[in-house]
Nanobody
Framework: QVQLAESGGGLAQAGGSLRLSCAVS????????KGWFRQAPGKEREFVGA????????MYADSVKGRFTISRDNAKNTLYLQMNNLKPEDTAVYYC???????????????WGQGTQVTVTS
């Protein structure tokens, strides 16, 4: 099965930037969608953004539009999430995931990473 591993999380101040990486290994498909989700304590997991592996088409949650950018390096099988102008509300565990459809629904993604903590201070 596909394995995903997030890295790059840490501490940042409001207005700062952070870049998350997601290394994908094992069997995967070029048609697959890669997504980023996040979960804050006591809250449900929410969609952040997604990208199609071949075409590079992206979509984002309204809360991060204009601040976060998803990209990928197909040759390296790596997914990225560039986070700029961070806000305390962005504090959460961030997960990367893979699915077969381009969707915002977490339940439609098949494989998940372990998550990486992002903490944004005021």
């Amino acid at each position: 099965q596909v394995q995903l591993a997030e890295s790059g999380g840490g501490l940042a101040q409001a207005g700062g930037s952070l870049r998350l990486s997601c290394a994908v290994s094992g069997r995967t498909f070029s048609r697959a969608t890669k997504g980023w989700f996040r979960q804050a304590p006591g809250k449900e997991r929410e969609f952040v953004g997604a990208i199609t592996w071949i075409g590079g088409v992206t979509m984002y949650a309204d809360s991060v539009k204009g601040r976060f950018t998803i990209s990928r390096d197909n040759a390296k099988n790596t997914l990225y999430l560039q986070m700029n102008n961070l806000k305390p509300e962005d504090t959460a565990v961030y997960y990367c995931a893979e699915g077969s459809v381009f969707t915002t629904a977490a339940g439609r993604y098949d494989s998940w990473g372990q998550g990486t903590q992002v903490t944004v201070t005021s």
